[in-house]
């Protein structure tokens, strides 16, 4: 209960972190309801479905984006690839923050070689270009499930998470509160339960946020040139499809318009609640909400 | 594999509780060449982990490049025949892939630091990996190059004024909108820039670097058609890049608005631009120097996808064709160059660093 009450104020103090998450959950609803509202669309049929309707039908109101080069409506499958590509940031998210958590706490409160070692090595992995690694991994990657998708880029998501988190545990580290509980003898993994998690949460919450936004941005890539993983069809290949088959020349922009007004509206609420949370919890910030 | 860094820790120590002995007290007397060898050998030991961490990535991978190229070399030119073992084992040589894997480590390493040497490559079957990369990497440097600083210096420009006037309306709009696109591919922008310029307006070119017609050389008509070909992938990275740039410096600009020496300086009579350029403005393009070799790598990436999209004969395009054929020569040899690049970039920003700003002191 106190837990969500500091939730809702947090919320109400920022429009932007309200923005960012109003527009999450209203894709999150969407998805959650897709197969539903692919049924609505399809009014009995299958409207994803390979000639399922007419080809290269132009938007109307029985087909709001149309239908592509195989008869499928367009429309359907955007809901349906909005629903994968959530769910892939959301696999991903977690399990990045998962491993960025243990790395930053391992890293941040053991400090010494240790720390030298592990931030050397997030820091080489968030500096080199890690694309063409995610690509060659890919291209061994077929018949996969969608969870193994997002294991696979969780490897080069993680460090976003890992960095984040670990500057905050290094700034907590040193309060008094954290002394104290050192001084009664707390172990080391009771003072990180009890005293750092909490006090990281919104942080923990920057750092899914911007892996979260990693991870959809890697499967994007993979996706639009054409070597994403077999079975996945998240926005990402809708695009690709669309240029593949020609619907730039065509003059069909709904299929591709559409999925990138979509995904940024993604990336843009991801970055809304990121930079929320970082404006309310960071005091050197906190002038800054400007408006 | 993440063996590396405690020796740069340890110097670090010796450092600190050393009697001023010989190399020591030197160093301890020039602390910014301390700093500077103490930086390179980051350095290299960064770029050493780097490259051994993509070779064994790569290695380590399920598939059999040997099979590959025998593949291919049936299909293209109807070998019929059933590759021989002996054929096969003159290919592994060839490829450096017979030995165990440490030896075909040692071998990679030795020769690509002593001969520069990547081996042969797959989609162009004789010429070496090098030689398809050096034709590419001058593409990938001058598009990608340009568009990157022009978006650093506009999106620091921009993003200093926005904070400078914050609460305007004018600074509001900006500030959103870099919040909603900040972190948009340069790939979307580039699709719709395609879509509107190149097919429906038909006004620039949609494909490759330069009109095939024009013999490469320095005239005017072929740079003129470079420049042409360049500008739509050009434009996409320096829309959204300016767009992350003006976020991040806006961040850094707020804070110091509230800083004493800034009152001081509008009770002293300054005019406001001048404090905006000499006062504020110093404070955080230096930071943003920084920020600018990290961001490298992530600006490859985007690029790879545009070079992509507009068939842009650069390292992103050839890293893709690689990949679509499994060359592993090719693949690992682009990767390299790139995290060499990025790496180096970021090596000489960190030394350029003190030159600028007169506050960094690395002798703590």
Same mark, same amino acid.
């Given at each position: ?291 | ?165 914050? /609460?305007?309306? $004018? =600074? *509001? #709009?900006? %500030?959103?909108? !870099? ?5 948009? &591919? ?82 002293? /009579?300054?005019? $406001? =631009? *001048? #404090?905006? %350029?000499?006062? !504020? ?5 230096? &930071? ?77």
């Amino acid at each position: 209960m106190r837990l969500l009450h500091a939730v809702l104020r947090t919320i109400r103090n920022s429009r932007r972190l309200a923005t960012g998450l109003a527009i999450l959950a209203a894709m999150i609803l969407v998805a959650l309801f897709s197969p539903l509202i692919i049924k609505l669309i399809g009014g009995g049929t299958n409207p994803i479905e390979v000639a399922a309707y007419e080809k290269w039908l132009v938007p109307s109101a029985d087909h709001l984006l149309g239908t592509d080069q195989f008869g499928r409506d367009v429309f359907a499958m955007v809901i349906s690839a909005l629903s994968v590509s959530l769910q892939i940031g959301a696999i991903a998210g977690v399990i990045s923050t998962v491993v960025g958590v243990i790395v930053a706490f391992v890293s941040g409160y053991k400090g010494g070689w240790i720390d030298g070692v592990l931030s050397t090595f997030t820091g080489v992995l968030l500096v080199i270009p890690t694309f063409p690694l995610l690509v060659a991994l890919s291209a061994y990657a077929k018949n996969v499930t969608l969870f193994q998708v997002g294991v696979m880029i969780s490897i080069f998501a993680w460090p976003f998470a890992a960095k984040t988190i670990r500057s905050q545990v290094l700034s907590l580290r040193s309060r008094p509160y954290v002394d104290l509980a050192r001084v009664t003898k707390a172990r080391d993994m009771e003072i990180i339960v009890t005293e750092l998690l909490p006090n990281l949460l919104p942080f923990i919450g920057v750092g899914f946020a911007s892996s979260a936004l990693g991870a959809i941005f890697g499967l994007v890539g993979l996706e639009v040139i054409g070597l994403g993983p077999g079975g996945v069809i998240d926005l990402g290949h809708i695009i690709f499809n669309a240029i593949n088959t020609g619907a730039l020349t065509l003059g069909a922009w709904p299929m591709f318009v559409v999925p990138i007004v979509l995904l940024t509206a993604l990336f843009a609420a991801l970055n809304m609640v990121n930079i929320g949370l970082e404006e309310v919890y960071n005091p050197r910030l906190r002038g800054v909400a400007g408006e | 594999m993440t063996a590396e860094a405690p020796p740069v820790v340890t110097v670090d120590k010796s450092q600190a509780s050393a009697p001023p002995t010989g190399v020591r007290a030197w160093l301890s007397r020039h602390p910014l060449a301390a700093y500077a060898i103490r930086r390179f050998g980051l350095y290299l030991v960064e770029l050493w982990g780097a490259l051994t961490i993509t070779f064994f990535f790569f290695r380590l991978m399920p598939g059999d490049p040997v099979r590959t190229l025998i593949q291919t070399l049936q299909q293209n030119y109807i070998y019929n025949a059933e590759a021989s073992a002996e054929l096969i084992a003159r290919y592994r040589t060839e490829f450096g892939l017979d030995g165990n894997l440490f030896s075909q480590y040692i071998k990679y390493m030795e020769k690509l630091f002593l001969h520069g040497d990547m081996g042969p490559s797959l989609i162009n079957y004789p010429t070496p990996a090098q030689t398809v990369i050096l034709r590419a990497l001058p593409w990938t440097i001058a598009l990608l190059g340009i568009s990157a600083v022009l978006a650093w210096i506009l999106g620091v420009i921009i993003g200093a004024i926005a904070g400078w006037r914050r /609460g305007k309306l $004018g =600074s *509001r #709009i900006t %500030t959103n909108l !870099a919040i909603a696109l900040a972190h948009v &591919p340069y790939f979307f922008v580039a699709l719709i820039l395609v879509y509107v310029f190149a097919y429906t307006l038909g006004m620039l070119p949609a494909r490759s670097a330069y009109d095939s017609s024009i013999t490469p050389g320095i005239t005017p008509e072929f740079i003129g058609s470079v420049l042409k070909y360049g500008l739509l992938p050009g434009l996409s990275i320096v829309v959204i890049g300016t767009f992350g740039w003006i976020l991040s410096t806006r961040m850094l600009m707020v804070p110091i608005l509230g800083e004493d020496y800034l009152v001081y300086a509008e009770a002293k /009579g300054l005019k $406001g =631009s *001048r #404090i905006l %350029t000499r006062y !504020a403005l110093r404070n955080c393009y230096l &930071p943003q120097i920084t920020a600018f070799g990290i961001s490298l790598g992530f600006i490859f990436n985007g690029n790879v996808l545009v070079e992509q999209l507009f068939n842009y004969p650069g390292l992103g395009t050839t890293l893709v064709t690689a990949i679509q054929q499994l060359d592993f020569n090719t693949i690992l040899g682009v990767t390299n160059i790139a995290i060499f690049s990025v790496l180096t970039a970021v090596l000489l920003l960190d030394l350029l660093l003190p030159l600028l700003d007169p506050r960094v002191k690395y002798w703590k």
